[in-house]
């Protein structure tokens, strides 16, 4: 995926009307599932300022696995 193909301009937010945000949601709807998760995926690496193409590693030190007996 490509960085340019998204911008987050954090400066222009404005308060929508219901119409407004009607037109947002119908624009997404039209999008495949596909390109509506990887423009999650940016959204969520420039929230936490992460490097798509390198992305955190899980800490797997905060999981445990154990067996159940019956």
Not at 8 to 20: I, W
Not at 35 to 63: C, G, H, K
Request: hydrophobic share 30%; with cysteine; glycine share 2%.
């Amino acid at each position: 995926m490509n960085n340019q193909e998204y911008r987050l301009d954090r400066t222009h937010f404005k308060k929508q009307t219901f119409q407004e945000a009607d037109m947002q949601y119908g624009y997404w709807q039209s999008k495949s599932l596909v390109e509506r998760l990887q423009a999650a995926y940016y959204l969520i690496s420039v929230a936490y300022n992460f490097d798509l193409q390198n992305p955190p590693r899980m800490d797997r030190t905060a999981f445990s696995m154990r067996k159940h007996t019956c």
